[in-house]
């Protein structure tokens, strides 16, 4: 696809260098809206206007949504108003909304100018409620039906007022604002005859969402019962908007990304790797690492404390590396599956005693299967092959204890924290990979030391 886009966006170029203006056009009207935008998105600036002017009314407000803010914003600077009026009368509410939250305060002016009154109140309407909520994604755009009109009134109403709406295959039963219920134009179409009324069609188990429920549980209820929209309600019930699976898709790739982010120790950040700046890239990696320099202190502290025992047994050294890696390892892992399922609301903090008991159950298998292996890479390596003078039997059989014991933390805490991290209200991502492991360096490094120091004598002996 990307050498399709490359492709197209090189034949554009030649064909406007030599003006073939009727000839591009044909090209932009058989291509879908979002590889327009990929295609707008190689092309100089200044060009943007000439080729946007190109589209037809229709296909250029959807390829105009498809792209990225920063080409809106400078399309938006180079077009006029009245072009810019065209645009946003094509635009559904949810769409103009999402364009607005992007654009300075100058340019959203000149679109609430542009814009009709319906939609300017609309869009302050949906601007008002708390971001990543329910009300801030949806659209005030659906088929609105009710219960006493028959099934042929409503496929007349459909047929009127359907070209406005976003979606109009599910429409919504409100009866003095109340949502009573949904009927899908599949039950319309195939009603026993077109007298009868819609409440006799139409479906009453609602599955609906408040204006303040979080984004992504929205995103979560359509997947679990497939949904193409759902309806938004306030505290009253009186239906106020439906969010389409379009968005919900765009809800989860941001949650995700987000999450992806937080994860690898990153400020979460809304643009796209290639149009952010090293200065922003700087932003966005400095605090964590930052922060994580400074608690890499405390296993700085341990070594410093261990350091005159170390002196002593030169040869435990080389295994730090192994031991603090596999502790890391571990405690991601536990952590990265734990904070999924929190994602996918499979786990509660209720169940935070059954997520212990396992993860302690499956560090048991994991810490002797890699405490035996690094037994035996430390005897056949390092001991008979190598033949490191100060490796022994004890030295081998005081790294794999440590082994052992470090997995069984490292799962216990990778498990812990996320849950522990919701429950007062952050993220889980927070404590995921980069924070979980330097919680484990400093944990591994204490079991070490504290099997070296226990079993000093032996070792002396030994060595």
């Known amino acids: 696809m990307a050498e399709h886009t490359v492709t197209v966006e090189n034949t554009l170029q030649t064909l406007l260098n030599e003006k073939k203006y009727t000839t591009i056009r044909d ?15 190689g092309v100089e600036t200044e060009k943007l206007p ?29 077009i006029s108003d009245s072009e810019l009026r065209q645009v946003m009368d094509e635009l559904y509410v949810d769409d103009a909304v999402d364009i607005v939250e992007e654009m300075p305060a100058n340019v959203v ?63 919504y039963v409100l009866e003095n604002r109340l949502l009573v219920g949904t009927v ?38 359509m997947s679990k019962y497939n949904l193409l929209a759902i309806p938004v309600v306030d505290g009253d019930n009186r239906m106020v908007g439906i969010v389409t699976f379009d968005d919900a898709m765009d809800v989860i790739e941001e949650e995700t990304t987000e999450d992806m ?8 950040s809304d ?20 922060l994580l320099l400074i608690s890499a202190t405390f296993t700085g502290l341990i070594l410093t404390n261990f350091e005159d025992k170390l002196s002593r047994m030169v040869c435990l050294t080389a295994f730090i590396p192994m031991l603090m890696d596999t502790g890391g390892n571990s405690g991601s892992q536990s952590s990265v599956t734990v904070i999924r399922a929190l ?27 890699l405490a035996a292996l690094c037994f035996a890479k430390i005897m056949v390596v390092d001991y008979l092959m190598l033949r490191t003078e100060d490796v022994t039997v004890t030295v081998a059989l005081v790294v794999s204890l440590t082994m052992a014991v470090t997995v069984l933390c490292a799962k216990i805490v990778g498990c812990t ?8 209200g952050f993220d889980p991502a927070v404590m995921a990979s980069p924070f979980i492991t330097t919680i484990v360096d400093a944990l591994s490094l204490l079991v070490y030391f504290g099997f070296a120091t226990a079993m000093l004598e032996q070792l002396r002996t030994a060595l």
């Open 27 to 41: 090209i932009l009207v058989t291509m879908n809206p979002a590889d327009i935008a990929a295609v707008f998105s």
């Open 50 to 78: 000439l080729l946007f002017r190109l589209l037809p009314k229709e296909l250029a407000a959807e390829s105009f949504v498809e792209m990225e803010s920063d080409e809106q914003e400078a399309l938006i600077r180079g």
């Open 109 to 171: 002016q000149r679109i609430l100018a542009q814009s009709n009154p319906e939609m300017r109140k609309e869009i302050n309407e949906i601007l008002q409620y708390p971001e990543n909520s329910a009300g801030s994604v949806m659209t005030t755009e659906y088929v609105k039906l009710t219960p006493k009109m028959t099934v042929g009134d409503a496929i007349l109403r459909i047929r009127r007022t359907g070209v406005d709406k976003e979606t109009i295959y599910t429409c």
């Open 184 to 221: 899908s134009v599949k039950s319309l179409l195939l009603a026993q005859n077109d007298l009868q009324a819609v409440e006799t069609v139409m479906d009453t188990n609602l599955i609906t969402v408040t204006t303040h429920t979080d984004q992504e549980e929205v995103a979560r209820t």
């Open 261 to 268: 982010e937080i994860m690898a120790g990153m400020t979460p």
């Open 271 to 290: 643009k796209t790797y290639l149009r952010s700046s090293p200065l922003e890239l700087f932003r966005h990696r400095i605090p964590w690492l930052s």
């Open 343 to 369: 994602s996918l609301g499979e786990l509660e903090f209720s169940d935070l005693g059954r997520v212990i008991w396992k993860e302690v159950r499956t560090a048991i298998l994991c810490g002797l299967a």
């Open 417 to 424: 924290l996320p849950m522990l991290a919701k429950k007062v």
